[in-house]
């Protein structure tokens, strides 16, 4: 089973202002963020109460240099990301990808790990991170580009109960509003999702990710391993997220720690054409039913 949460159903009833209904390269629905849109719920609608190993696919245009947050769950106070992927500002023709991460009893958000992107101007981008136990890899249109050792402590995120999804945004106190458009922001229970739900972009396109500095890179080998040192910064400010260490909010949260046998198999992925067809996030598995036919 690949338990999937796709995260942008919640717009699905039209009830949001500051968006925009576009199409994206590959000819589905996407959704334009405007500066004004202000789209959240409580993340029990959308998603599970924890995530032991995990998968993150998204497509995305940006429209703006400045980055932001392609999605965020923060805690009930609006100050701390316990989960989150954000993107910094463009500098020099490139930016960051990270994915904020931060158990729900700790006041200090933390930033798991990071990975460079080359810009490309009005370019569809596939991003995709594999969350395991010890290590995050950093998918970009379906290609393996890099691979960061991470610990976890615990393990297992286990969300606040009165926390709160946004999508393009982290809230009022935190901000980080991204503009431009979101095609896709799923979520997968099971870290192996992303070998077949990931598609390629149609168009040929070259955006190589860039390395950080210290760090020993080879585009799309898949056997990098990064290593990040933790510290804390302002979560707030632009400059944290153009380096490579963590993030500092303020939030005072109950004691709740949920664990899970790390040794526990995860479920076996059926093959693509096998899934249920599920609306606009199947494209890959009408193609290879057209294959099959």
């Known amino acids: 089973a690949l338990a999937e949460y796709t995260l942008t159903d919640i717009m699905n009833n039209n009830q949001f202002a500051g968006i925009e209904f576009g199409e994206a390269e590959d000819g589905f629905p996407a959704f334009r963020f405007l500066q004004t849109a202000d789209v959240k719920s409580p993340y029990r609608m959308l998603l599970p109460e924890m995530l032991y190993e995990f998968a993150i696919l998204i497509t ?3 429209s703006s240099l400045k980055g932001g947050y392609l999605f965020s769950v923060v805690n009930p106070l609006d100050t701390v990301v316990q989960l989150g992927v954000h993107l910094s500002p463009v500098v020099k023709n490139s930016y960051n990808v990270s994915l904020v991460y931060t158990q729900a009893d700790q006041n ?3 930033k798991l790990a990071s990975f460079g992107v080359a810009h490309v ?3 569809w981008n596939s991003i995709a991170l594999q969350v ?3 290590k995050v890899s950093f998918y970009y249109d379906c290609e393996l580009r890099n691979t960061t050792l991470v610990t976890r402590e615990p393990i297992e995120l286990v969300f606040d109960s009165a926390s709160t999804l946004y999508i393009g945004q982290a ?3 935190i901000g980080g509003k991204f ?3 979101l095609e896709k922001i799923n979520v997968y229970g099971n870290p192996d999702a992303i070998n077949v739900t990931c598609m390629p972009p149609l168009k040929a396109t070259i955006a190589p990710t860039t ?3 210290g760090s020993i890179f080879y585009e799309g080998s898949g056997e990098n391993i990064l290593f990040e040192d933790s510290t804390e910064a302002n979560i707030l400010s632009d400059d944290f997220w153009n380096t490579g260490d963590e993030a500092t909010a303020f939030a005072v949260h109950r004691d709740r720690r949920v664990r899970q046998d790390p040794k526990a198999k995860r479920p076996p992925i059926r093959p693509l054409w096998r899934r249920r067809v599920r609306g606009l996030n199947t494209l890959a598995s009408v ?3 057209r294959l099959i036919s």
């Open 179 to 181: 503009e431009g458009y």
């Open 60 to 62: 995305f245009r940006q």
């Open 132 to 134: 395991l136990s010890d």
């Open 211 to 213: 390395a950080d500095d």
């Open 121 to 123: 101007p009005d370019k």
């Open 108 to 110: 200090i958000g933390r």
């Open 171 to 173: 809230g009022s106190i």
């Open 287 to 289: 193609h290879v039913m």
